[in-house]
């Protein structure tokens, strides 16, 4: 059911290339789009925008049509039910990591005109594409969808929102370029080596959470995978840790801790709560744990320890850890120090 105010953001330039697969089957669009309430002459507009119900519609029908879920990209046709066949095949994997791989390989056995590849540099994971034939009129909604998908897919396998730290295309920035920041978190970048998109590599070690009942229940309405917004981000807790942990200059306020996480501070707070956690409880226990770190093991003055910690200064310093240990930072070091 649609509902009663949908932000219409996909671009049209999406429904243009679904036409031409049609187009080049010889088939009638002309059904499809009326099903999915797109009119002729809205469909000639460059600038104009669908919803992702009009969306899911349009692709659908013209999959189970065309009997192409690449709807056109690739040289071989991926008959109705490929992605959901590489879906089982992943559904196994005892991680995200092994899911993801085994989804890329075995995407390169149905489809030889692309090869996915999960790689990880450090902290930081990345799903490319390596291109290997021209994919002519079609390249930006193949290269598009092909991550959605990936995306969609990985957020359901382990029910998590894994935002994104970048996506990347190896074109121009197109005319409607402002929508990419709807249909990926996190910047854009365009002009680079290839597409990607590149997230926390911690990801990769969550734990697959869905059986073959759920994956039965999913196959039957896949599509809304690639727009659907998980609420809960099952790293949250871990990655807003970490950043108060190593820039602790950087994150005094929910504001610029929020916009490290490309999140809004309100949805910053809402999601902590939903995993039962608030920011000033984290704040308190990753300063607390560097401050005593810095009390036990240096000699650092008390003022340099609450400027480490995160502190603005050294008295809300004291007065928070008296709060925390019933002494001052003095007292617990010269308690803890042994006496020579």
Not at 42 to 62: F, K, V
Not at 91 to 110: D, E, N, Y
Not at 161 to 172: E, K, M, S, Y
Request: proline fraction near 5%; aromatic fraction near 6%; include cysteine.
């Amino acid at each position: 059911m649609v509902s009663s105010a949908p932000i219409a953001a996909t671009p049209m330039a999406f429904v243009q290339a679904i036409v031409a697969a049609y187009v080049r089957a010889g088939r009638d669009p002309s059904a499809a789009l009326a099903q999915a309430q797109i009119a002729p002459a809205q469909l000639q507009q460059a600038d104009a925008r669908i919803t992702a119900w009009q969306m899911e519609r349009i692709s659908e029908l013209a999959m189970r049509e065309l009997d192409d879920e690449a709807l056109g990209w690739f040289r071989r046709r991926l008959p109705w039910g490929s992605y959901g066949m590489l879906a089982r095949a992943s559904l196994s994997a005892p991680t995200l990591a092994l899911a993801i791989k085994r989804w890329c390989r075995h995407h390169g056995l149905i489809a030889e005109d692309i090869t996915l590849t999960l790689q990880t540099s450090g902290s930081t994971a990345s799903i490319g594409i390596a291109e290997h034939r021209d994919l002519g009129a079609l390249r930006e909604f193949c290269l598009v969808s092909v991550l959605r998908n990936i995306l969609g897919l990985a957020c359901w396998l382990v029910d998590s929102r894994i935002p994104l730290l970048q996506a990347q295309f190896p074109f121009d920035a197109p005319p409607h370029a402002e929508a990419y920041s709807v249909l990926f978190s996190g910047p854009t970048r365009f002009g680079q080596a290839q597409a990607a998109i590149n997230f926390d590599a911690q990801y990769l070690q969550l734990p697959l959470r869905r059986d073959e009942k759920a994956m039965q229940q999913m196959l039957q309405h896949a599509l809304p995978l690639t727009v659907l917004q998980y609420r809960r981000d099952r790293l949250l807790v871990q990655r807003v840790r970490q950043l108060l942990s190593a820039q602790p200059q950087d994150t005094h306020g929910a504001e610029a801790l929020a916009a490290l996480l490309h999140l809004s501070p309100r949805t910053l707070h809402r999601q902590l709560k939903e995993e039962g956690a608030t920011l000033q409880a984290l704040k308190d226990e990753v300063r607390q744990s560097r401050a005593t770190e810095l009390l036990l093991r240096t000699r650092r003055p008390i003022k340099q320890v609450a400027e480490a910690a995160g502190f603005q200064n050294e008295k809300s310093f004291m007065r928070a850890f008296k709060g925390w240990t019933g002494q001052s930072p003095a007292e617990f070091r010269r308690q803890a120090t042994p006496q020579g």
